[in-house]
C-alpha cells in the first residue's frame, strides 16, 4: 500500500503536533490530509464538521452502516448527520482505524480506571479547547474516529482496545468533500495499550487540490 | 422470566402509554423510578436517546457505555452512561438481551428501501421531539437501539443478525439520575424486512423498589461501583 499524494505535490502546511495536544484546521473541498503517525501505536482521536455549517457533523453509525463495515481504511467515506460526505479516506498504510471506542475523557476515565485518574488529561478537554476557537462547545461533540487505534469487536459484542498494529511512520490520507473542519486530539492516554503507554507527537501535512 | 418479577403493583405506576408504530415519545423518568418498555406484539426495533434532565448537555454515550462494559451490545445488569461517566439507566431486567449501540438510527436514506409512502424514521422523530424542549440536531448523539441485534463479523462486517423481540418481551430501566427519555418507534436501520410494519410498544413508569446492598447493576463489576460513586455523588451536592 502506497501513498496517493503525488511526490511532488505542494504541502501548504507541515508541522509537528506534539504528544497530547489539540489542533483544528479548515481542510478546504479538494485538499488533503495526511496524518502520520510518527512513533507508531498513537491514538488520532479525529472529528470533522461541515465548516459553513458546523451542525452538519461527523456520524459514526452512518459511516459504518454505508459501507457494512465497522472499521475505517482506504476508501471509507466519512458519512455526516445530514448523509452527505465529509471526507473520503484515500489512502491507509496502518489497515484499519476505529469509530466504535469515542474518546477518553476525565470523567470516563474516573469510572474505567479509578475515581483518581480524572485528574489526567484526556481528549475530551483537547477536543473542547480546540472547538471553543470556532465558537463551538460541548454540544458539538459526538462519537469520533480513532486513528491507529485498534478495537476489535467480536460477534457478540465483545469489544477492548488492545495492543496496536501501526507502524511508525503509518499514514493514513484524507481528502476534503466539502470545507472541513477538522479537529483532532492527540491521544494523551496512559491507562490502556491505545499509545503504548507512551504518547509521542504526529505529524499533519495538508496538500492542495 | 418470572411472573414475579413481571408484575408491577398498580398503585407504584406513574405513568402507562402505548406508543402507536412510527411514533416518538419522551417523557423524563425521575432518578428511583424504573420505565418498562413491552413489545406485546414483538418489535423490530425502538430507538432510544436519554439525557440528564437536570442538565441536557449530559448525555447517553454510546461509545463510553460499550467500552466501560467491553461489550457494544447490552443487557440485563449492564448500565447506560452518560459522557459525564455517569450511570443514566440501569438495566434490571431484560427478556431479550437483543440491543445494540452501534447501528445508529433510521433517516429518510434508510427508509427508501420502503419504496414510496409516508414511513416514519427516527432521525426525523427525535428532531421532532428534541425540537419540542428546545432541544435540536446537535443534541442527537449515537442511540441505543433496542429488541433488534447486529452481529459485527471478524473482518468488520456489519450485518443484520436477525434476532427481533418476540411478542411479550420487555425490559427495564432503573433511572439512576432524572434522565429524559426519547423513543422512536421505527424499525432499526439494517432491519432485513421491506415491509414496514412497526408494531406498538408500552411504556410503564413505577416506583420501583430502592436498590439493596447487593443490587446486581450497582456491584456489577468496578467500574459500576465507580460510575454510582459518582452518579451518588450529583445528588450530595
Not at chain 1, 485538499?31 to 451542525?55: E, P
Not at chain 1, 480506571?113 to 460541548?138: I, R, S
Not at chain 2, 427481533?164 to 429524559?180: F, Q, S
Request: net charge negative; proline share 5%.
Amino acid at each position: 500500500m502506497t501513498t496517493v499524494v503525488p511526490k511532488d505535490s505542494v504541502a501548504i502546511y507541515d508541522r509537528v503536533l506534539p504528544s497530547r495536544k489539540p489542533w483544528a484546521q479548515v481542510i478546504k473541498k479538494g485538499q488533503t490530509l495526511r496524518i502520520v503517525d510518527l512513533g507508531g501505536n498513537q491514538a488520532v482521536d479525529f472529528l470533522v464538521y461541515n465548516a459553513d455549517d458546523t451542525s452538519e457533523r461527523y456520524s459514526a453509525p452512518d459511516t459504518i452502516r454505508a459501507q457494512g463495515n465497522i472499521f475505517i481504511t482506504t476508501g471509507t467515506k466519512l458519512y455526516s448527520n445530514d448523509g452527505n460526505v465529509l471526507m473520503t479516506v484515500l489512502s491507509d498504510t496502518c489497515g484499519r482505524h476505529d469509530t466504535s471506542g469515542g474518546a477518553c475523557s476525565c470523567e470516563s476515565n474516573s469510572v474505567r480506571f479509578g475515581l483518581d485518574k480524572k485528574w489526567q488529561h484526556a481528549c475530551v478537554e483537547n477536543f473542547l479547547y480546540a472547538l471553543k476557537d470556532y465558537g463551538m462547545g460541548k454540544r458539538d461533540m459526538t462519537s469520533n474516529i480513532n486513528f491507529f487505534m485498534n478495537v476489535p469487536v467480536s460477534q457478540d459484542g465483545t469489544l477492548e482496545i488492545v495492543d496496536g498494529i501501526s507502524d511508525p511512520g503509518s499514514i493514513v490520507e484524507l481528502r476534503a468533500e466539502m470545507n472541513a473542519l477538522v479537529v483532532i486530539s492527540n491521544c494523551p492516554q496512559m491507562n490502556n495499550p491505545c499509545n503504548g503507554y507512551n504518547p509521542t507527537p504526529i505529524q499533519l501535512i495538508v496538500y492542495d487540490a | 422470566m418470572s411472573k414475579a418479577q413481571a408484575f408491577i403493583d398498580p398503585a407504584l405506576i406513574t405513568g402507562d402509554e402505548v406508543i402507536p408504530g412510527g411514533a416518538y415519545w419522551s417523557r423524563v423518568i425521575k432518578r428511583g423510578t424504573t420505565l418498562r418498555i413491552i413489545a406485546p406484539s414483538g418489535s423490530r426495533g425502538v430507538s432510544m436517546l436519554c439525557y440528564n434532565a437536570d442538565n441536557l448537555i449530559e448525555r447517553y454515550n454510546a461509545a463510553d457505555t460499550a467500552k466501560i462494559q467491553f461489550n457494544a451490545f447490552l443487557k440485563k445488569g449492564m448500565l447506560l452512561y452518560s459522557d459525564m461517566g455517569r450511570v443514566l439507566f440501569s438495566i434490571t431486567e431484560d427478556t431479550c438481551g437483543l440491543h445494540d449501540t452501534l447501528g445508529g438510527c433510521s433517516n429518510l436514506a434508510t427508509n427508501a428501501k420502503y419504496g414510496e409512502g409516508d414511513y416514519k424514521n427516527s432521525r426525523d422523530n427525535f428532531m421532532l421531539a428534541l425540537t419540542k424542549r428546545n432541544m435540536g440536531k446537535k443534541d442527537i448523539m449515537p442511540n441505543l437501539n433496542l429488541f433488534t441485534r447486529i452481529k459485527v463479523e471478524p473482518n468488520g462486517n456489519l450485518v443484520w443478525a436477525e434476532k427481533i423481540a418476540k411478542p411479550g418481551d420487555y425490559i427495564d430501566l432503573r433511572a439512576e439520575m432524572n434522565v429524559l427519555v426519547v423513543l422512536s418507534n421505527c424499525p432499526h436501520p439494517l432491519d432485513s424486512s421491506l415491509n414496514y410494519d412497526p408494531q406498538p410498544i408500552q411504556a410503564i413508569a413505577w416506583n420501583s423498589p430502592l436498590p439493596t446492598a447487593d443490587d446486581l447493576c450497582r456491584t456489577a463489576n468496578p467500574e459500576a461501583l465507580r460510575g454510582f460513586e459518582n452518579t451518588d455523588d450529583f445528588f450530595k451536592v
